[in-house]
T-cell receptor, first 116, second 112 residues
Framework: DTGVSQDPRHKITKRGQNVTFRCDPI?????LYWYRQTLGQGPEFLTY????????KSRLLSDRFSAERPKGSFSTLEIQRTEQGDSAMYLC??????????????FGQGTRLTVV | SQQGEEDPQALSIQEGENATMNCSYK?????LQWYRQNSGRGLVHLIL?????REKHSGRLRVTLDTSKKSSSLLITASRAADTASYFC????????????FGGGTRVLVKP
């Protein structure tokens, strides 16, 4: 297990299109987090899962965003009807317990989305 | 919303000098963490300091925490060109293990 994998690394899409990102966490980690980071800013929390249950969603996660973790392993983040304001880096992290535990919170390399 | 504010927003130093950056936050916390991010890459965890700790060291890193002032500092000693990155503080303020709230970051440039 080489860490948290995100796919794709880069995505360019036209406004109005739907996009889906995938995150494969470290296999034994039961928690999975999605963050969004715009240029020059720190990451902002979007949502997190414990196993397959989505336990918290940020107000940033509008109804155009949906995240799933169907079998408690990989997760997908879908954005429908993309807008230029959705352009950002989408980061996934996993941890064995809460990410606030620190050392066991591992971030992926992110998916950079550009909406044109 | 971002819990932390970092100061300075950008820092340029020569190799071998020390780099100090500060983080202020708003609510009570369980712990505070520092992360590094190279341009366009993911976040790398550097160090965690708990709310009942005042100072912590890890290699060339030294972190302090003052809960009365709701502030923390990260010192990188004897900086290297490879330390060029953005540095973020992140706080855990909620129920144990829920999520981290990040600051806006300090962009550090170490010139060789």
């Amino acid at each position: 297990d080489t860490g948290v994998s995100q796919d794709p690394r880069h995505k360019i899409t036209k406004r109005g299109q739907n996009v889906t990102f995938r995150c494969d966490p470290i296999s034994e980690h039961n928690r999975l987090y999605w963050y969004r980071q715009t240029l020059g800013q720190g990451p902002e929390f979007l949502t997190y899962f414990q196993n397959e249950a989505q336990l918290e969603k940020s107000r940033l996660l509008s109804d155009r965003f949906s995240a799933e973790r169907p079998k408690g392993s990989f997760s997908t983040l879908e954005i429908q009807r993309t807008e230029q304001g959705d352009s950002a880096m989408y980061l996934c992290a996993s941890s064995l317990e809460g990410i606030a535990g620190g050392r066991n919170g591992i971030f992926g390399q992110g998916t950079r989305l550009t909406v044109v | 919303s971002q819990q932390g504010e970092e100061d300075p927003q950008a820092l340029s130093i020569q190799e071998g000098e020390n780099a100090t950056m500060n983080c202020s936050y708003k609510t009570s916390i369980n712990n505070l963490q520092w992360y590094r991010q190279n341009s366009g890459r993911g976040l790398v965890h550097l160090i965690l300091i708990r709310s009942n700790e005042r100072e912590k060291h890890s290699g060339r890193l030294r972190v302090t925490l003052d809960t009365s002032k709701k502030s923390s500092s990260l010192l990188i000693t004897a900086s290297r060109a490879a330390d060029t990155a953005s540095y973020f503080c992140a706080t855990d303020a909620g129920a144990a293990g829920n999520k981290l709230t990040f600051g806006g970051g300090t962009r550090v440039l170490v010139k060789p």
